[in-house]
């Protein structure tokens, strides 16, 4: 029991009877978290550091400041209902909240409504998390199924949109504490009747004192079991927040993927998944004729509507992925061809052009925290022949950051013609649909 826990019940002892009892220590739920999420692939430091808080400010950290708050330590339960009580008001409670801190916001939404504080809220539903093994029999309960693999036990099934009492064994409960009853919180004759136990007879914060030191079988402590049921929890909690997050965000226009990808990396990345490109572009080709040379430009006014694939960021140590974008390609402009002979006037002849179809629907763009450009499978239009080029046109789905064109190569439009020169140039500027 840390030195702040004894000034608080000296405090309190007279007014308030029973309050929660000390957990797991604030170095054993940072060091969960840090073998749970800081792999480097499933967020940043930053991130890590939000959800890991401070003792005097939010996150897994900051739970131990609220000492009297039984749903934040799953303290004090003496049945199943009364678990699912502690469930409602602590852990779902949390999760809930970071998904509403999580949402995005503006128009393009590059940002969330306060990415910390929802990973500050996080952290208070992964504390109360850990507690929950430490503080109650579950470990108990399933030990005897599992005194060969004790660190193999199963999860509680805590993650679900609604706490189920019927989902536990009866015997489910955590233990009774009460500063009136001195420094063990429980009457020297046992815990009072309602309670099946007292909080030092199931408390497993420590592994070198109490209950916690005992051996579950071979040579693993109940300390540690509880400590590797909370790693591989804590792990299934942050999949059950994106997985709320991607449920509650993804929509025709939003892409949920990059909202969740923002929350855990940060980064200037649009969550829109509906763009609209516009520019000008220009396709100038130059050809070796029988008796002289042919030109072609081909000055056009192009529209691209995007619309991208939500698809899960797999972390930056991880293979990269690519999002699949579909859309429509709109042309207009003047096709002109000029015929420069060896010997004789030059002759040039104009028509409109205009097309709906010719243009690649096919894109794709990389899966990162940040903006990327989209690559396009380009297919540049001649009035009855569509050309493949080599390399992509970039275009960049970034209001603020128009790309120009790269110089594309193509085959010949025209049989019989041996190209000498094909460009292709121009620049967009794309808005949100």
């Given amino acids: 029991m840390t030195v702040l826990r004894v000034l608080v019940i000296v405090v309190v002892v007279a007014v308030l009877g029973t309050i929660p009892a000390a957990g797991f220590s604030l170095d054993v739920h940072e060091a969960i978290l840090k073998d749970a999420l800081g792999d480097g692939n499933t967020m940043s430091a930053e991130a890590l550091t939000w959800v890991t808080g401070s003792f005097f400010g939010g996150g897994n950290r900051g739970s131990d400041r609220h000492q009297m708050s039984p749903e934040r330590h799953f303290?004090?339960?003496?049945?199943?209902?009364?678990?699912?009580?502690?469930?409602?008001?602590?852990?779902?409670?949390?999760?809930?909240?970071?998904?509403?801190?999580?949402?995005?916001k503006g128009v393009e939404k590059r940002e969330l409504e306060d990415r910390k504080e929802a990973l500050e809220a996080f952290g208070e539903a992964t504390h109360a998390l850990a507690d929950f093994y430490s503080h109650t029999n579950w470990v108990e309960l399933h030990e005897l199924s599992h005194n060969a693999t004790p660190l193999a036990m199963p999860e509680a099934p805590i993650?679900?949109?609604?706490?189920?009492?019927?989902?536990?064994?009866?015997?489910?409960?955590?233990?009774?504490?009460?500063?009136?009853?001195?420094?063990s919180g429980c009457p020297s004759a046992g815990p009072p009747a309602g309670y099946p136990s007292c909080h030092s007879q199931l408390a497993k914060d420590e592994g070198?004192?109490?209950?916690?030191?005992?051996?579950?079988?071979?040579?693993?402590?109940?300390?540690?079991?509880?400590?590797?049921?909370?790693?591989?929890?804590?792990?299934?909690?942050?999949?059950?927040?994106?997985?709320?997050?991607?449920?509650?965000?993804l929509t025709d226009a939003t892409d949920g993927e990059c909202v969740f990808t923002k929350l855990a990396w940060g980064g200037d990345r649009s969550c829109h998944r509906k763009w609209r490109a516009e520019g000008k572009v220009t396709t100038h080709g130059e050809y070796v004729a029988p008796g002289g040379r042919v030109l072609h430009d081909l000055p056009l006014n192009v529209t691209i509507s995007f619309h991208s694939q939500a698809v899960e960021y797999p972390g930056p140590r991880a293979a990269p992925v690519y999002a699949d974008v579909r859309g429509t390609t709109r042309q207009k402009g003047i096709f002109c061809l000029t015929f420069i002979p060896k010997k004789g006037p030059t002759s040039k002849r104009c028509d409109p052009y205009h097309s709906d179809t010719i243009g690649s629907d096919d894109a794709r763009v990389k899966v990162t925290p940040n903006s990327d450009p989209i690559e396009l499978d380009w297919r540049v239009a001649f009035p009855g022949k569509a050309l493949k080029c080599k390399g992509p046109v970039i275009v960049r789905i970034d209001p603020n950051a128009p790309a120009k064109q790269p110089f594309l190569e193509c085959p010949g439009p025209f049989p019989g013609l041996t190209p000498t020169r094909l460009t292709y140039s121009g620049s967009f500027k794309a808005s949100p649909e």
Avoid: M
Wanted: net charge positive; with cysteine; hydrophobic share 35%.
């Fill in 75 to 104: 303290d004090g339960a003496r049945n199943p209902t009364e678990i699912c009580d502690r469930w409602k008001k602590g852990l779902d409670t949390f999760l809930k909240k970071a998904v509403e801190l999580a949402a995005p």
């Fill in 159 to 183: 993650f679900d949109q609604r706490c189920d009492p019927g989902a536990f064994s009866s015997r489910l409960h955590s233990g009774y504490f009460s500063v009136s009853h001195g420094a």
């Fill in 208 to 249: 070198t004192s109490g209950h916690g030191k005992d051996k579950v079988s071979g040579n693993v402590t109940y300390h540690e079991a509880a400590v590797a049921l909370s790693i591989r929890s804590t792990r299934h909690a942050w999949k059950v927040l994106h997985d709320r997050i991607v449920a509650k965000y």
